[in-house]
């Protein structure tokens, strides 16, 4: 369709690209980017436009938008952040009659941010032409871009996405995350359109394939979006099905309205709305102008009612979010929070990479900035947020399996992880450990292995004929300083802190917390420094790398593992000998 839609005009193709405006500080090989924050309000509506696959005439139905909006003499800007071999602006602006330039200025609010001449895919044109994009620089431009545009008068705001959800990115050397499918340090990487512009967090809608054996398609797009967390407010479809069998649109209407919905009635639809999905006619001939078309009564009625349903919807999401501070701040117990006095919180509207995405209010809606998410999430967040690996293999054992409980019963995932975990080389249990005891989180984890612990103790104790404890009291190693979770026992296996002192009426500190040594970065060199009251020759030892401070094997042959085993005999017996007084 869209080969049909550029041979309709002679398109002169004109080369521009905005900087992108970040500026990157490296650390150890990452690129943490600063990029301009935008306004989410209401006076700014947004949504990416995605297609169900190449040629279903997203770029018809973005221009039918934009024209509808201008025709009733409302802002509005379209953005094609990647553009290959032709110009989609070219085709948008000759179906306005120059009726943007008058509400907008010269060159009105249509905005080619990246293109090459090649008509290929971008990942392939951008390497055949030399010239690469990477996935940042796509979005800190496209970012800067929204940035100047909330800061302006009120806009609709129309982004078009390039071929299908699926459909490569710009391909970069840049792009090194695995998501990005290159295969080596010299390789240009990509990423799909879905995964290039998730860390917007702007919802979205769905040119769907209208043609026969389209529904399938479609459905599959509609998917793809949901699973990597697109909130998709509509499905338009230019609808060349229509004939003696009927039109692809009661089918999508009926699936996406009972898929997600629970079957007792709960939930929510893939969709909210019955106006969500809306079909246009059929386009005419290659050889007949498309003006008859865009002028037609029943299409300028469609987009128009399509339009403000998309309105209503961006409304009422703006609405959501401002409301979701007080309503937390109503309803939720934080960890590690003083309740008392309390009224403020951090609003995140989504996270993606390292990044979580903010708002914060402001006078006629909320700012959406980027933060490095330093703590990883509590620790949880290694592969960063998002990451589509985790999220379609999550999927997968959702949609196979659901919950098996897990007594008495085996299936794949669990004796693979099992495997991996007791016999790869990178397994904690190589050489130890015969059997892996799943459980919940880190708390209860160590929650089981104390009881494993002292079940054990007990069981050699009665191999021996001596079952009684004989009043003997148990006692837990643990390290100073630390924290193994919330629940009553392991906090009671920690040193009195902020974290456990005042909790709870149990509450009582018991073990033996012993020293530990440190590994520090210091003007340059990597060391591990001995604890103070270790019998070592030397307080600081220093290392190549991080890889020689982890190599299990040679710290278990050097001296100061010698030392430290010392001191922890030293400090056991220091222990009992008080402990029996």
Sequence with gaps: MKRNILSRVRIHVHHRSYNACTEKLSVRNRSFSSVPSYQVSK?????LVF??????????????LVKSNVDSNQRVNYIKPLQCGGSDESFVHKHLDGKLDANHGTGGGLHTLFEWNTPASPHLASRLENKPVSDDMVLSTLQSKLSTITKSKESKIWIETAGGVLSPSSASPENTRPRHANEGPDSWGWSTQADLYKPMHLPAILVGDGRL??????LSALESLILRGYDVHGIVLIDESEGEHGSNLPALKEYASRCMALRGGGGRPLLRSEDSIVSLPPLPPLEVPLDGWFESSQVKEQVERFDGFLNGAWGGHVEILQGLKGGGL?????????HQGHDSATLIDGAAGDNYSILTETEDGMERTDHFDACASWWTQGMGHGDTSLTLAAAAAAGKFGHVIFADNIHEPAVALADRLLHSKSGPGRDWASRVFFTDDGSTAMEV???MGMKKFIHNREANGDGDLNGMKLTVCAQKDCYHGDTLGVMDVAEPSVFNEGQHPWFESKGLFLSYPTVSYVNGSIGVSAPSDCPADDSMISFDSIDDVLNIDERLSSDLYRHYCELIQKELVTYQQETNQ
């Design 43 to 47: 006076r700014f509506p947004t949504h």
């Design 449 to 451: 292995a104390i009881k």
């Design 213 to 218: 054996g389209g529904i399938s398609a479609t």
């Design 51 to 64: 297609g169900a696959n190449t040629d279903v005439g997203k770029t018809v139905v973005s221009t039918a």
């Design 330 to 338: 109503d309803s939720l117990w934080w960890p590690f929070t003083q």
